[in-house]
């Protein structure tokens, strides 16, 4: 499969002030927008097969995904301080990650189903992974 995504984040400016006295220590914020691309290449596969009174599926799926830009930075200035600009920077997402999923799941013909699934993405900088256990019955 391949996949596309594009999300835009918007912040916009921002200027404290003081009720009374100087702006001496009150910041500054410049307005900034950021679009951060993130595409994926993978391969998703799911087979069924019967057993005793049941379907048994079974899921997988491996892919790569790339985020384009991964700057998480924010620009801000003391008002009335010169020379006081500074940078925050948030947690950067890797450039690169790999995307596992497995899933299996048991409906028997009584109406009751069992299922369990774990989703992961892995990268130099990060590790991220969820699991799930489901159990349900359809009347």
Do not use: M
């Amino acid at each position: 499969y391949a996949a596309g995504q594009f999300t835009t984040l918007w912040l916009p400016n921002y200027t404290e002030q003081v009720v009374a006295g100087v702006n001496t220590f009150a910041l500054s914020y410049a307005e900034r927008n950021v679009t951060a691309p993130r595409t994926e290449l993978g391969l998703r596969a799911d087979t069924s097969f019967a057993a005793t009174d049941a379907v048994v599926t079974l899921r997988g799926r491996a892919a790569w995904a790339h985020n384009f830009n991964t700057d998480r930075s924010v620009s801000a200035i003391f008002q009335t301080l010169p020379a006081s600009a500074f940078v925050v920077n948030g947690a950067a997402q890797a450039r690169n990650s790999a995307l596992v999923g497995a899933s299996a799941e048991a409906k028997w013909l009584n109406g009751f189903s069992v299922a369990a699934s774990f989703e992961g993405e892995f990268s130099d900088v990060t590790d991220s992974y969820a699991g799930k256990g489901i159990v349900r019955y359809q009347w």
